[in-house]
T-cell receptor
Framework: QKEVEQDPGPLSVPEGAIVSLNCTYS??????FMWYRQYSRKGPELLMY????GNKEDGRFTAQVDKSSKYISLFIRDSQPSDSATYLC??????????FGKGTKLTVNP | DADVTQTPRNRITKTGKRIMLECSQT?????MYWYRQDPGLGLRLIYY???????NKGEISDGYSVSRQAQAKFSLSLESAIPNQTALYFC????????????FGPGTRLLVL
């Protein structure tokens, strides 16, 4: 079992919808959790990270970590076609590496 | 100019050939990484280096080797390419105190026939 599990989708929503992307993880020893966004034919780029438990908000994006249930979530409000991308969750790994989920492909339709 | 560059961007090669993928960065970071990305399998770490004299195996290092020629350069070699090494390869860098933030290159699309 991979340490970070993520539903690959694909997920298709209409413009303006609220999007919820989720991951689960198995190792509770680490504190940093990240969301990376990858546009087609590009490298991933960091979207948000959270430390430990709780919420972090940045514009239309909210990252949430629930350590009791080992759940990582990314919410996108008022989704736009420009949000169409693959979203990868990640957690800090041992020896200061990152462990990535498989990614969820999101399409926001105009 | 891009902070992390990879060459070549696309490569087609034949089984048994030796190929090298190169990565250069201008961010001044000490830490560099090589990943491969496959549909359905996500990003997997091949090798990583925390400084010029430090090389570490990642999750899937078999069939690959690396060289850290300088702080800014990290190369990945396939000594004898095989078809299941067909994938998208990414180089990434991070700073020592913000390892949660990795900066990725644009990727190299490799096809092994």
């Amino acid at each position: 079992q991979k340490e970070v599990e993520q539903d690959p989708g694909p997920l298709s929503v209409p413009e303006g919808a609220i999007v919820s992307l989720n991951c689960t993880y198995s190792n509770s020893a680490f504190q940093y959790f990240m969301w990376y966004r990858q546009y087609s034919r590009k490298g991933p780029e960091l979207l948000m990270y959270t430390y430990s438990s709780g919420n972090k908000e940045d514009g239309r994006f909210t990252a949430q970590v629930d350590k009791s249930s080992k759940y990582i979530s990314l919410f996108i409000r008022d989704s736009q076609p420009s949000d169409s991308a693959t979203y990868l969750c990640a957690r800090q790994g041992g020896s200061e590496k990152l462990v990535f989920g498989k990614g969820t492909k999101l399409t926001v339709n105009p | 100019d891009a902070d992390v560059t990879q060459t070549p961007r696309n490569r087609i090669t034949k089984t048994g050939k030796r190929i090298m993928l190169e990565c250069s960065q201008t961010k001044g970071h000490d830490r560099m990484y090589w990943y491969r990305q496959d549909p359905g399998l996500g990003l997997r770490l091949i090798y990583y280096s925390f400084d010029v004299k430090d090389i570490n195996k990642g999750e899937i290092s078999d069939g690959y080797s690396v060289s850290r020629q300088a702080q800014a350069k990290f190369s990945l070699s396939l000594e004898s390419a095989i078809p299941n090494q067909t994938a998208l390869y990414f180089c990434a860098t991070s700073d020592w105190d913000t390892q949660e933030t990795q900066y990725f290159g644009p990727g190299t699309r490799l096809l092994v026939l």
